[in-house]
Structure formats: C-alpha cells, structure tokens
T-cell receptor, first 113, second 110 residues
C-alpha cells in the first residue's frame, strides 16, 4: 500500500484563523478523500478531492469552510477556515487506487482555542 | 436508519476467546465491505476486506458477509491483549466513498 504523510501532525490554533493541512502520497493514486473524526466519534467524510477539478463535498460541508486543492495525483490540501472550537478534531486523508480499498494517513490533530 | 450500524459495545473478552463484531448496512447495492482497526490516538488501519457472500479468513481474522441480510461480521480467534482497539465497519458507497459505522471498542483481558 502507499505511504501517506500529513502535515502538520498536530496544531493549536486560535478561533477565527485558518489552517491548511497537507497530504502527500509516495505514488500516484486515483482517489483522495478527507475525513473528520471528532473526539470519541467515528469518521465522517468531508469531501472527495478531485484532481484538476473542484472537490465533491458531502452534505453539511461547504467549500468556503473547507477549501480543498488537488493539483496532482500525489498531493492534496484541506484548509479549515475561520475556525471555531467546534472544529477541534482529527482530520484524516485517505487514498484509494484501482482496488476498492482505502488507506489512511496518520492524521492531523487540531485544537481550536 | 444509519447507513452503517455496529453493536456499540464496549465488548470485553478474555484472552484466547473469540471476539465477534457485527455490522449492518442500509444500502442494498453496496458491494464492498471493510473492517478497520483503530488504536487509541492512531489512524484507522485496514485489516479485512470482503466483496462476496460467505467467509474470508486471514490468520486469526474471519470476515463474514451476507448481502441478503445486509450483514457483515468480523471474528477474531484466539484474541490477544494487542487486539484491544476500536473496530470500524466500513461500506463503500455509490460514489466510491466509504461510510463508517460508529465503531465497537474491544478489550481483551489477560
């Protein structure tokens, strides 16, 4: 499976600011996804990052709040904008190739004060 | 009805016993099913995938799928304390995205 890295691994941010999370894969992948995992909860899909086009967002998530870029087949970013304490969560990118399986990066632990 | 439901647990079994984790899903057209293991503070790790009805075995793990009943299960034989984790059932949706259950926390007691 691909090796996935995320930066930063954790951050503490003030409300009203923005944070950009990077996801880098060591090989080209077809699909990249962004998930959120709130404390003690399961994973919720934020959006599918599409290479060369706008991301596809799930219900309840909007581009103004969570802009996503995917400039190529190995890299994507997720920005959490105008943060509030409710955005405190773990943000995970995952990748999937031509197989059906998805693999997760190590996650970014965000705390908003 | 939630898309993917798991028995909420927590589930506690003694070392050496069989742990049984269950999951049901609502979308009848789903074709791909997965079990992830998540240790505290870590990201989910894929441990099993299953696509056809029946059983699939990998070491101490057996995944079982019954599409007619919309039911997936994971059996862990000879449970070890290192198996203590949260187990997430995931179902691949129509748009190639994963839908996750809430997870079952398993504790294996020495």
């Amino acid at each position: 499976s691909a090796v996935i890295s995320q930066k930063p691994s954790r951050d503490i941010c003030q409300r009203g600011t923005s944070l950009t999370i990077q996801c880098q894969v060591d090989s080209q992948v077809t699909m990249m996804f962004w998930y959120r995992q709130q404390p003690g909860q399961s994973l919720t899909l934020i959006a599918t990052a599409n290479q060369g086009s706008e991301a596809t967002y799930e219900s309840g998530f909007v581009i103004d709040k969570f802009p996503i870029s995917r400039p190529n087949l190995t890299f994507s970013t997720l920005t959490v904008s105008n943060m509030s304490p409710e955005d405190s969560s773990i943000y995970l990118c995952s990748v999937g190739g031509y197989s059906y399986e998805q693999y997760f990066g190590p996650g970014t632990r965000l705390t908003v004060t | 009805q939630k898309e993917v439901e798991q028995n909420s647990g927590p589930l506690s079994v003694p070392e050496g016993a069989i742990a049984s984790l269950n999951c049901t899903y609502s979308d009848r057209v789903s074709q791909s099913f997965f079990w992830y293991r998540q240790y505290s503070g870590k990201s989910p790790e894929l441990i099993m995938s299953i696509y056809s009805n029946g059983d699939k075995e990998d070491g101490r793990f057996t995944a079982q799928l019954n599409k007619a009943s919309q039911y997936v299960s994971l059996l862990i034989r000879d449970s070890q304390p290192s198996d203590s984790a949260t187990y997430l059932c995931a179902v691949k949706g129509r748009n190639n995205d994963m839908r996750f259950g809430a997870g079952t926390r398993l504790t294996v007691k020495p």
